[in-house]
């Protein structure tokens, strides 16, 4: 499959993944995984760690800032 390449800024991946938060677990666990791999990768050499929530959903995970 052809990838893509964006440029977001910290707030507007964070937007994405709060939105992507709401939609049920297994269909969005793959992308939200992503997506903090490759933020994690640029901001701090690491992906952040995600917690599933109770409910099955993903919580909206959180890009965090470079200090």
């Known amino acids: 499959m ?3 390449k964006f440029e977001l800024t910290v707030d507007e991946t964070n937007l994405i993944l ?3 938060g709401g939609m049920p677990f297994k269909t969005v666990f793959g992308l939200i ?3 903090q791999q490759q933020a ?3 901001l701090n050499g690491q992906a952040n760690s995600m917690e599933d929530g109770a409910s099955g959903k993903a919580e ?3 890009i965090q800032k470079p200090k």
């Open 2 to 4: 052809k990838e893509l």
């Open 33 to 35: 995984n992503k997506i």
């Open 60 to 62: 909206a995970p959180q």
């Open 18 to 20: 709060e939105a992507l």
């Open 40 to 42: 994690g990768s640029q």
